[in-house]
């Protein structure tokens, strides 16, 4: 019976390790990046807070001068681990539209934190026209839109090399070591010391990359750390329950012959 | 056959005028199972368990999504991040659709490898196609719900096929469109479909149920029942049995729930759906990749469709391709090789499905697609003519016996089969 049994499991394992290779033969244009360790990794994987902090100052001070982060409101910003008053300062730094009030006037007033992160484009359109004709994707689920995930991105953003001898390069294009067909019409966003970190961090090019990659990594999936923690309480209990259910079958069918 | 012994006058009194306990008692209870089923027979009521589960979590769903192209996603979204444990609800309701399709397939494969399908089981195995069919109807339709990339993109391939019928095949497409493109009166009605396809396979099921109670479940040996001592009643036996399987099945399944969520899904889902931009490859679900490979095999793209289609309707009429009275491929010698190199050609048409279609891949895509209807079409119906299969217990007691000498020699098979 065990040999059934096993036999059972290695089906369903080998599916599981054949998946994943399926899926990533799947983006078969895309270059091959290397993989980083990042805390938000494997079962146990949780955010680092500095990381994320670091990550935030980041994209408010470069990437969302033209990205977006829809999905994201002030309140978000708790996951941080900022209180609450710093979150209505942050928000309070931003003027965003409400309305129609009793006169039937949209007005301006002060974010608050149950606002949405605001837009640095009213529409599409008015993006593109600011940016060469390309449209800067928002950022709320780049994690999860990119194949690669966090190690492209990181790979994405650290990539802006030299152009190679025989590469050609587009008007208004830029070179990226990783950038599917090398050509992305976003200049390399990141400088060395292109923000000041408020913990004192040196901010390299590369930390930089990896610190915004990381609070990437938190936009697109917030409850992460919910779902692992929740994930191993859950595999054990089941494991308990698959041992208990084992036994019962066991005993149960003794007297079978 | 006695029925339950019910002792409490309130169920006595309602059982005498409805007779669900005596019902469930006879039907879940003392239900005379094949005391040798092994565990490959723990995937029909796995399946079963599955669509309780994505019934259940499909319409915690519904409750948050909005049917609109202008909110799908934002919706979608919205019960990851802001609806309460909404993204276990939907990670297990995404991945549920996968494993729903790992559990059939296997629960298929198993009905092939011990010839399920033969007599007199023929429109129990049918209503287990007809499910199939349902099943990849919803699962295709819940895949475009969520509105990214790939949602609108698989909508479009897809309901494009049948614009090659020839003459109403322009307008079936408008139909299933409710316009000229794929858009918000698509996303409705597909939506609206999504909600209902699994009750129709809800019924289907039960009538699936019932074909199966007529005669009982098969067994490895794929001999017939021939009395009680072959036999044990459904409970306590097989509950605890598939409770069991229920729980190791369970586990893998939380650890992709809650581990891999994403694995196997498309990266490009979590882009908003933009009918300006085409993603480099349009790939469909795993789970539908080895049709998939087939219908690009064909150069013709009526041919195509046809065959794609003609793959599942050729399990339709399985038990009449395959003639051999013997039922278990233990005892087909030829049988049981060419039931793995048909397995191996289906993986390998998963594969192809998942390739672009270029070089090599067309090649074996077309060899892979060439032989999977030469086994149907071909190899079963001469294996049946040519093939000499080994001989068969006696009965399902002796075996597990391991002797056999105090059991009667029973009766020629066509002589026990009931009419």
């Known amino acids: ?257 | 056959m006695s029925g339950p012994k019910l002792t409490n006058p309130v169920v006595r009194w309602i059982d005498h005028r409805l007779p669900v306990f005596t019902f469930l008692h006879h039907e879940m209870h003392e239900y005379p199972t094949p005391k040798n089923l092994n565990y490959w027979w723990n995937f029909g009521s796995l399946a079963g368990i599955t669509l309780v589960i994505m019934i259940v979590t499909g319409i915690i769903l519904s409750m948050h999504y909005t049917a609109h192209v202008d909110h799908a996603f934002q919706s979608v979204e919205r019960i990851m991040r802001d609806v309460n444990y909404g993204w276990l609800i939907r990670y297990i309701h995404a991945n549920g659709a996968s494993f729903f399709f790992i559990v059939v397939y296997i629960h298929i494969f198993r009905g092939l490898y011990y010839g399920s399908y033969k007599a007199p089981r023929e429109l129990l195995w049918m209503l287990g196609v007809v499910i199939l069919l349902l099943m990849m109807a919803t699962a295709f339709m819940g895949y475009v719900l969520p509105w990214g990339q790939m949602s609108f993109w698989g909508a479009t391939v897809i309901t494009n096929l049948f614009s090659a019928i020839p003459l109403v095949g322009e307008s079936i497409v408008t139909l299933l469109w409710g316009g000229f493109s794929v858009d918000n009166p698509t996303l409705n009605r597909f939506f609206s479909l999504h909600y209902l396809l699994p009750f129709v396979i809800v019924g289907v099921v039960v009538l699936h149920i019932i074909a199966l109670h007529r005669f009982g479940s098969n067994n490895p040996l794929g001999i017939d029942v021939r009395g009680d001592q072959d036999t044990i009643s459904f409970h306590p036996y097989y509950t605890v049995k598939d409770m069991f399987g229920l729980s190791v099945f369970l586990t893998i399944m939380a650890a992709v729930v809650f581990f891999l969520p994403n694995s196997m899904g498309h990266p490009d889902n979590y882009i908003p759906a933009n009918p300006m931009v085409t993603p480099a490859h349009i790939v469909p679900e795993w789970y539908f990749l080895p049709f998939y490979a087939i219908l690009r095999a064909v150069p013709d793209k009526l041919l195509g469709v046809l065959a794609m289609f003609a793959a599942i309707a050729v399990l339709f009429v399985l038990p009449w391709l395959d003639r051999s009275p013997v039922r278990s491929a233990s005892f087909r010698p030829i049988y049981k090789i060419m039931f793995w190199v048909f397995l191996l050609d289906c993986v390998a048409l998963t594969y192809l499905g998942a390739m672009p279609a270029e070089g090599i891949y067309v090649v074996l895509s077309r060899l892979c697609t060439v032989y999977y209807f030469f086994h149907f079409i071909v190899l079963l119906p001469a294996l049946s003519i040519f093939e000499t299969p080994r001989s068969l217990p006696r009965s399902i007691g002796k075996p597990v016996l391991g002797g056999g000498n105090g059991i009667p020699a029973p009766a020629p098979a066509a002589a026990r089969e009931k009419p």
């Not at chain 1, 599981?16 to 091959?32: G, Q």
């Not at chain 1, 805390?39 to 670091?54: D, I, K």
């Not at chain 1, 980041?58 to 001068?65: D, G, P």
Request: charged content about 20%; overall charge negative.
């Open chain 1, 1 to 257: 019976m065990m040999g059934c049994l096993q036999k059972l499991i290695l089906f369903l394992l080998t599916f599981l390790v054949t998946v994943p290779v399926a899926t990533t033969a799947r983006s078969a244009e895309s270059i091959p990046f290397p993989s980083q360790e990042w805390s938000f990794n494997g079962p146990f994987g949780t955010f680092n807070r500095g990381e994320l902090q670091r990550g935030f100052q980041v994209y408010k001070e470069v990437c969302a001068t033209c990205h977006s982060l829809n999905f994201i409101s002030f309140r978000n910003l708790t996951d941080l681990g900022f209180n609450e008053n710093e979150i209505k300062a942050i928000a309070a730094e931003f003027q965003v539209e409400d309305g129609p009030n009793n006169e039937g006037e949209m007005f301006e007033r002060a974010a608050i934190p149950s606002d949405m992160w605001p837009a640095p484009y009213p529409n599409d359109n008015a993006a593109r026209a600011s940016n060469n004709g390309a449209l800067p994707p928002d950022l709320s689920l780049m994690v999860d839109a990119r194949a690669g995930g966090a190690d492209y991105l990181y790979a994405l953003l650290s990539g802006y090399h030299e152009i190679p001898q025989g590469k050609e390069v587009g008007e208004g294009m830029y070179y990226n070591a990783y950038y599917p067909g090398n050509q992305i019409a976003m200049p390399s966003p990141l400088v060395d010391d292109g923000v000041e970190y408020v913990d004192g961090t040196r901010a390299t090019l590369v930390q930089q990359a990896r610190d915004v990659t990381a609070f990437l990594a938190w936009a697109t999936e917030p409850n992460m750390e919910q779902r692992k923690r929740m994930g191993v309480m859950v595999i054990i209990f089941l494991l308990v329950m698959t041992v208990l259910f084992y036994y019962s079958k066991k005993k149960i069918w003794s007297d079978v012959h």
